[in-house]
């Protein structure tokens, strides 16, 4: 099984800022990795596939980046509604899908 | 527009088996490319993938759960359903489904907005 790793476990930043998540696999995804929000009593939202492109309607102030085992996750300027939990997810071995244990982005 | 929901009971005692099933519309499971996985999420804590079937009926499975497992499908009502055996407390999650299709890169693209169980007696 392949297992992701992100740090840190909690970002603690004021609106404004920019924010950089890390997604680290126990072995090459390639690119097949996503990126994830979720906020409080709500279904996860997909903010970013095959590591750097964006979903639908997804703002352009979210990046993302890397190959092979390191991946991030950018928000370059932090909006109020960005503060929420963040999972990476790889689909490299389908049909089997691993998420990361997410990264809390909370306010300053 | 692309919806899922879930149904099923909020409260199962342990030992019991829960069924779980989850509704859809705006697509058809019969396209090539469209799946429909099952995923939970206990309190406070991560994601985690548990099931999927696709358009020509294969099925996968978490192999940690493999065995308690099954996931079905009936495409007339646009229907999916898990059913989990041998329920126990740390089975306590919310349970999401979520589609996964070949316009969504093969990602979980919508999400049902999840159904809270409680395992106790």
């Known amino acids: 099984e392949i297992v992701l790793t992100q740090s840190p476990a909690t970002l603690s930043l004021s609106p404004g800022e920019r924010a950089t998540l890390s997604c680290r696999a126990s072995?090459?995804?390639?690119?097949?990795l996503a990126w994830y929000q979720q906020k409080p009593g709500q279904a996860p939202r997909l903010l970013i596939y095959?590591?750097?492109n964006r979903a639908t309607g997804i703002p352009a102030r979210f990046s993302g980046s890397g190959s092979g085992t390191d991946f991030t996750l950018t928000i370059s300027s932090l909006e109020p509604e960005d503060f929420a939990v963040y999972y990476c997810?790889?689909?490299?071995?389908?049909?089997?899908?691993?998420f990361g244990q997410g990264t809390k982005v909370e306010i300053k | 527009q692309v919806t899922l929901r879930e149904s099923g009971p909020a409260l199962v005692k342990p030992t019991q088996t829960l069924t779980l099933t989850c509704t859809f519309s705006?697509?058809?499971?019969?396209?090539?490319?469209?799946?429909v996985s099952w995923i939970r999420q206990p309190p406070g804590k991560a994601l985690e993938w548990l099931a999927l079937?696709?358009?020509?009926?294969?099925?996968n499975y978490n192999t940690s759960l493999k065995t308690r497992l099954t996931i079905s499908k009936d495409t007339s009502k646009n229907q999916v359903v898990l059913t989990m055996t041998n329920m126990d407390p740390v089975d306590t999650a919310t349970y999401y489904c979520?589609?996964?299709?070949?316009?969504?890169?093969?990602?979980?693209?919508?999400w049902g907005q999840g159904t809270l169980v409680t395992v106790s007696s």
């Open positions: 979520a589609r996964i299709s070949s316009s969504g890169y093969y990602y979980f693209d919508y």
């Open positions: 705006g697509f058809s499971l019969n396209t090539s490319g469209m799946c």
């Open positions: 079937i696709d358009w020509d009926d294969d099925k």
């Open positions: 072995q090459s995804v390639s690119s097949y």
């Open positions: 095959d590591a750097s």
């Open positions: 997810q790889q689909r490299s071995n389908w049909p089997t899908w691993t």
